[in-house]
């Protein structure tokens, strides 16, 4: 089993920058991809930015060019860097972790706010 604990959501206003990092209790495997999702108020839980198996990022297009996901894995975190934030990025942000090995093993944070806002 794993934990994760996101950290650094907060209220900002439009046009400042976060970062949310996540924290897990295991270091990572040579096969972990980890990722973060946002459930929006009134909507789906939806991919924010994450890690592909090959080894790529992938960003949602509403995100691309102003968000950045990068890995410590010396510090056992998963950063995200939010930039030009608009409130349309209001949200729960969630860090997601999966273990590609004999199953496929999918882990999530508790959640973290954040709130963008004039």
């Known amino acids: 089993q794993v934990e994760l604990v996101e950290s650094g959501g907060g209220s900002v206003q439009p046009g400042s920058s976060l970062t949310l990092s996540c924290a897990a209790s295991?270091?990572?495997?040579?096969?972990?991809?980890m990722g973060w999702f946002r459930q929006r108020p009134g909507k789906e839980r939806e991919l924010v930015a994450a890690e592909t198996v090959s080894g790529t990022l992938t960003y949602s297009d509403s995100v691309k060019g102003r968000f950045t996901l990068s890995r410590d894995n010396a510090k056992n975190t998963t950063n995200l860097q939010m930039n030009s934030l608009s409130p349309e990025d209001t949200g729960v942000y969630y860090c997601n972790r999966k273990d590609y090995r004999m199953t496929r093993s999918e882990y999530w944070g508790q959640g973290i706010q954040v709130t963008v806002s004039a």
């Open positions: 295991k270091s990572p495997y040579s096969t972990t991809v």
